[in-house]
Structure formats: C-alpha cells, structure tokens
C-alpha cells in the first residue's frame, strides 16, 4: 500500500533497528506492561497495539468495542485510542502517535455511518509487539493469521512453515529483537553462506533507510527469515553443523515452488553480486 494512503513513512530493517525500535521503546516502552507496573501511557499504548495484532484492521470503535459493551464507555474509549495513534498536544508540546512511531498505519475506511479511517500494524509494528508484549505462541499464530496479506511469504505460509519446522517459525522473534545475524562471526557457524546472503540483504535495501515500500520490506524480512533458518539453533564443540542436517530447510524451499522461485531469484542476485565484485578485485593483480 502507498505511503499516502497509509499514513505512515517507516525504513528498511537496518531502520527499524537504529531508529524505530529504540524510539518506540522510549515511547512505549521496553517490555510487557503484564510484567510489571510501569508508566501508563506505556500500558495503554501497549493494549491498543495487542488489540490490532490479534485483531487485524479495525476502526478507533471497532478497537474500543473488543472489550466494551456500552455505548458511552466505547464513545471515551475511542477518544483515548485515537489520541493514543495521532498523538496529541500537551501545554504546547507534541506527543508522537502509533502512527508517527511508524508503528500503525491506516488501512482504507470503513463506511457504515460515516466514513471511518482503518487502522492496523506496520510491519515495524508487527516486530515491535514480537519484541516487547511477550506474546504467546498461540498469540504470535493469531497474528501470522490476521496479517497473512501483509506477509505472505511467512505468515501467509504460517501452517506450511510450522507443519514442517515446529517452533522454528518463531525465530522471527529474533528479528524483532534487533538479530541481524550479518556480523562477519556467522560465518563461523555454518557451512551455508549465511553471513554472505545476509550482508548483500542489507546492501539490496540500502537505499531504502528512509522509506520503504511495504512489499519490499515483507520481501526484506521473509529474506532474513529464510535465510535465518540456516543458522544451527545449536551448536556442537566439533564445529559447524553438516550439509544433512539443513535437509529440513532444503525441504521447505522446494516443496513450494512459489518458495522455491522467489527465494532463488534472491540468491542469484546474490551470485551476480559477489561475481561482480569478484571480478573487481581481480582486476587489482593487473
């Protein structure tokens, strides 16, 4: 969806990572208010991002109606969570919004009385509510659901995914957390070009720290994704896993031919890349 319709500008992961991630966590904090009692405007924004994650586009009444019955208490609570995503004005001060944050952004209206702006997570926001609510996995299933459209090549694939890796699939919680795996010590921990794919991931989406097109930015995280699953979960003290054992991975990617080609388009970008600047540096010797 176009920036202008959705509200919101938000980068490329390296993005989330230096900015939108450490902001949102000032903002809204850095863990779960169902941990411990913190600051309530954490609590609050934190209950209105959950009710969007589980929830999927809603209104500012449609979000209020998921715990209220009464017209009146759904009519304050509207208020509250539209003050909470536009932000307001405090004694001549600015308080930054879920859609400024880049966390939310509007998806289309809802007419039934009058026309009514939508609003759900951004893929950004998506990481954020991984990173910080303490999710269950029956709640992070729940989101892949919901937001199926929005990323298609891991949670519109959630079922497949899980049917053959189990609980694999939440390494996506990693991410959320900041893990690039692009630091050069990958390499040391498995035989696949890990640290190889996801440093020319970065160099891919390098331009694109400002903003972002929310379908490259799915394609940027599913690349990580996928690429993440290379990475041993554990580590043995006679060294790198061997090449039998990524048969599980091996099987994901070519059970599902749209998988399949959109993956290996990205590896022989990759290819075409480092052959590339491999030719660079034998010109060097000349």
Known sequence: MPFMEQGTIYGNLHAYKMYTRPTAQRLFGTYSFRKKQGIKHHENAQRALEILALNGTLTTWGMAKTHLDDSGGIRTKEKEYRRLLVGRMARGKHTIGLLESGLVVKNGKRYVKAPADQYRLSLHGILYCLDVLDLTDKQIDTIAEKYAEVLPMV???????????????????????????????????????VYELMTYLNVKYQNNFEQIEEKDLANQISFWFYTNLLVPTRFRSSGKRSSLEIKPWTKIIHDDITIKKWYYEFVNEAIKFYNNRFNKLKKLEK
């Open 155 to 193: 949670f519109g694939k959630w079922e497949y995914l899980k049917s053959n890796i189990g609980k694999e699939v939440y390494r996506l919680k990693n991410l959320a957390g900041g893990l690039f795996m692009d630091n050069i010590q990958i390499a040391k921990i498995s035989n696949f070009p």
